[in-house]
C-alpha cells in the first residue's frame, strides 16, 4: 500500500507484475465482465453482417447500418464498434480499468454511470457532428465512453486516500492519460480552430466519471489477494509481496477521433463500391 504520488505513478508494478494481476482477477465486477461479453458478442454479429452484404469492412458495414436501419442502429450504438483496432483496445482498457472501479462502487453506481457515459458520449458525438460534419448524416459508436469515465473516476477518487494498491495506482495512471489525451485534443482543436479535432465523446466520458466521483463519496474496503507462496518469486518484481490488504478506493463509448478509422464521428469519402462513409465513438 502507497499514497499516490509522481514517484509511486512511476513504479506501479513495484510489488510485482503477477501481484496485480492475481489482485485484478480476485475483484468482483458483474457489469463489467457482461459488457464486455455483450461487446464481443455485438462485433461477431457485425463481422457477419458484413460477409452477409458483402461490405469490404465492418468499418464501411456498420456506417451502413446506420442509413439501412438506423431503427437498431443507434440503440446498440455503444455495443458497436468500427474494426479491430477499434474493439480490441476498448475491450482490454475496459476489463482492465473497469473491473477497478466497479469493485470500489455498488453494482447499481457501476451500472448507473456506465450508463450515463455510454448515452452521453454517443448524444455528444453525434450532435457535434451534426454541427461541424460535412455530411448529411452521421454515425457515433462505441464503448470509449464508459472507459473514459473510469480513467475519470480513478483520477479524482484514488488520490482522496492515503493509500491505494499497485492496481489503484495503475488505475490513476491511466485517468491522468485520459485527461492528458483530452486536453491536448482540446488545444489542438482550439490553435488549429477545428472544432472536429476534439472527441467529445471522450471528453463526455471523462465528465461523467468526474462527476461520479465528486457524488460517490467514500467506498468500502476491497480485500487484496496476493500470489501463493508456493508459487515462488516474481520473476517481475524487486521484492516480495507482503500481503497487504486493499484500502478504500474506487474508480466506465468507445473511443472517437473524427479524422480516424476507430473513433469519432469521422467524415470519409465513400468506396469505389458506393458504401457510406462515417464514424465511430
Avoid at 461523467?208 to 520473476?235: F, H, I, K, Q, R
Amino acid at each position: 500500500m502507497r499514497p499516490v504520488s509522481l514517484s509511486n505513478l512511476a513504479t506501479p508494478f513495484e510489488r510485482g507484475v503477477r501481484t496485480v494481476v492475481v489482485h485484478h482477477r480476485s475483484l468482483s465486477a458483474p457489469v463489467t465482465d457482461l459488457l464486455a461479453v455483450v461487446v464481443c458478442a455485438v462485433y461477431a454479429a457485425q463481422a457477419f453482417q458484413t460477409v452477409r452484404w458483402g461490405a469490404p469492412s465492418v468499418f464501411v458495414a456498420t456506417n451502413y447500418a446506420y442509413l439501412s436501419v438506423p431503427w437498431l442502429a443507434w440503440p446498440l450504438s455503444p455495443l458497436l464498434h468500427g474494426g479491430l483496432v477499434h474493439v480490441v483496445p476498448n475491450l482490454l482498457t475496459l476489463l482492465a480499468f473497469g473491473r477497478i472501479v466497479e469493485a470500489h462502487l455498488t453494482t447499481h453506481r457501476f451500472a448507473a454511470m456506465a450508463a450515463v457515459a455510454a448515452v452521453a458520449s454517443i448524444a455528444a458525438l453525434a450532435g457535434w457532428g451534426l454541427v461541424f460534419g460535412s455530411r448529411p448524416y452521421v454515425a457515433a459508436y462505441g464503448i470509449s465512453g464508459v472507459v473514459f469515465a473510469a480513467g475519470g473516476f480513478a483520477v479524482v477518487h484514488f488520490p482522496a486516500h492515503k493509500q491505494v494498491t499497485d492496481l489503484e495506482l495503475l488505475a490513476v495512471l491511466f485517468g491522468v492519460c485520459a485527461v492528458a489525451l483530452t486536453g491536448v485534443e482540446s488545444v489542438g482543436a482550439a490553435v488549429s480552430l477545428s472544432p472536429a479535432g476534439v472527441n467529445v465523446g471522450h471528453v463526455m466520458g471523462l465528465a461523467v466519471g468526474l462527476g461520479t466521483a465528486a457524488l460517490a463519496g467514500d467506498c468500502a474496503d476491497v480485500t487484496v489477494v496476493e500470489p501463493s507462496p508456493d508459487a515462488g518469486p516474481d520473476p517481475a518484481s524487486s521484492s516480495e509481496p507482503t500481503g497487504a490488504d486493499g484500502s478504500p478506493s474506487a474508480s466506465d463509448g468507445g473511443g472517437h477521433h473524427p479524422r480516424s478509422d476507430s473513433d469519432g464521428p469521422t467524415q470519409r469519402s465513400d468506396s469505389d463500391r458506393g458504401w457510406p462513409g462515417g464514424g465511430s465513438e
